[in-house]
Structure formats: structure tokens, C-alpha cells
Nanobody, 120 residues
Framework: QVQLVESGGGLVQPGGSLRLSCAAS????????MGWYRQAPGKQRELVAG???????NYLDSVKGRFTISRDNAKNTVYLQMNSLKPEDTAVYYC??????????????WGQGTQVTVSS
């Protein structure tokens, strides 16, 4: 099995920063894609940022220039550095990973979610 454990969420003031981490563990052969999604109350879950094993990145337009996704392949960990946070960034953030297990089965796993609240 594969597990994703998230950390780093919390309460911050507008303009503040947070860094989210997501560590993958278990029967992993490879991880191809890792990304961060978020879901606010009453809204659809949306992709915030994604990164390939080669380091290519993609961002939601509203977070470009403020958020940075990065990946440490040796640790099977993905990060989301969030700067200049706005109240509209408030949501539950979910880590996602896609890849192959040691049994050569494709997987698509989600983290447990971490709450990010931006408020004065």
C-alpha cells in the first residue's frame, strides 16, 4: 500500500506564509505526478499546483507568483510554499500522487487533507 501524510496547515493572517508538506511512503516503485488540490466549502475541488518527476510544474492562475510547488525525489515528498496568502485561499488542501507500486500496479492516492485558514 501507499500512504500520503500531509502537514503544515494552520491559521495565518492575510499576507502571511505557510509551507505544506506531503510525504509518500509504502510499496512505491515510482512516483510520476504529485500535486496539491484544494476544496473550499460549497465549491468544487480544484487543482492548485502539480509537478512531474522531471520537475515540470503547472499552477492555477490565481496562485501564480504566490505559490511554489517543489519535490524532493529522494524523500518522496512534495511541498507547497504559499506566500502572500489571501482569505480566498482558505480551504482544505489535499495532496495527490500517481505512480507505480512495487507490485507494478498503478496507484492514485490522496492525503488526508490539511486545513488552511487565512483570516485576520
Amino acid at each position: 500500500q501507499v500512504q500520503l501524510v500531509e502537514s503544515g496547515g494552520g491559521l495565518v493572517q492575510p499576507g502571511g506564509s505557510l509551507r505544506l508538506s506531503c510525504a509518500a511512503s509504502g510499496s512505491i516503485f515510482s512516483i510520476n505526478l504529485m500535486g496539491w488540490y484544494r476544496q473550499a466549502p460549497g465549491k468544487q475541488r480544484e487543482l492548485v499546483a502539480g509537478i512531474t518527476s522531471g520537475g515540470s510544474t503547472n499552477y492555477l492562475d490565481s496562485v501564480k507568483g504566490r505559490f511554489t510547488i517543489s519535490r524532493d525525489n529522494a524523500k518522496n515528498t512534495v511541498y507547497l510554499q504559499m506566500n502572500s496568502l489571501k482569505p480566498e485561499d482558505t480551504a482544505v488542501y489535499y495532496c495527490n500522487a500517481r505512480g507505480t507500486t512495487m507490485a507494478l500496479q498503478e496507484y492514485d492516492y490522496w492525503g488526508q487533507g490539511t486545513q488552511v485558514t487565512v483570516s485576520s
